[in-house]
């Protein structure tokens, strides 16, 4: 709560200074390869969709997107215009505890603390021609990824190209 | 697409225009005992957290906040001010195709077709002094529920009456 507070002062007290904040995540580094950086406010954006990753990952996940991305989106812009930004959020996958009271198994599950960082995919056709238009950038807790991760990216998102590279829908 | 389109124009091309339009689920009426209308805009809200329920219910959920709604929950505001509003959208709980493909087991989960409705609780602790302060409303594909099922909200939201009766949590 004191931090939430402090950076309130520091951005004269709107509500538009809290989301970095909020968030409890701000980088200042660029991520290696692509040289993207948390792009300012994104806790803030429009709702895409959410998923949950089984497994060794074991998340539950939130997918927003910035103006550009909501629109194109809801127009079924193909492929994604320029300067689209879609942003992955993901926090652990925890059991409610007063639902499993209630039902004497886990039966509600929501999100809990942040896990497996926050990911960014970044449009620039000029820019990023040679992974599908798409920058690609990993920040955990704050810090981008090492270029090792970076590499990952392209490989995995190439198997959804018919889709621009996109894995998530839009959840209506 | 045709109907987004339509809208579109209505709203004479903005993007604020879209929120109801691009969320296929638009209500005129009131809903029971409670008299909510949705909200205008809802889909635009900014996100509080994401959830899963199994069993019979089986769907993804995002819950949403109003302006009032995120403030207060990311200042742990306690109870939460009149004129907060939290939408409770749901969608059907989907592998993803194309990793379970890759993994040969579901691995991904997404959020599919519009799901169990869309529900809001609105704070006026005038108005809905006997239920904490709290009014709810149930939609099924954009038309209220009937009274039967606003008779359940307030039971079962009491099992967190030392949450303000809210059983999300800000997931940062």
Known sequence: MKLVLVALFAAGGGIAGLSNAASG???AAAAPIFGI???AGYRDWRLISVAHEEGKLNDFRAILGNDTAI???REGAHPFPDGTIIARLA???DPLEESEKAFGHPQSFVAGSPKNGVQFMVK???KYAS???WGFAHFN???PADETVHNTCFACHATVKDRDFVFN???P
């Open 141 to 143: 807790d704050g810090k």
């Open 131 to 133: 992974t599908g238009g």
């Open 91 to 93: 926090w652990s996958y």
């Open 169 to 171: 829908r839009y959840a």
């Open 25 to 27: 995540q701000v980088a």
């Open 37 to 39: 950086k948390m792009p």
């Open 124 to 126: 620039d056709s000029v």
């Open 71 to 73: 629109k194109a989106y």
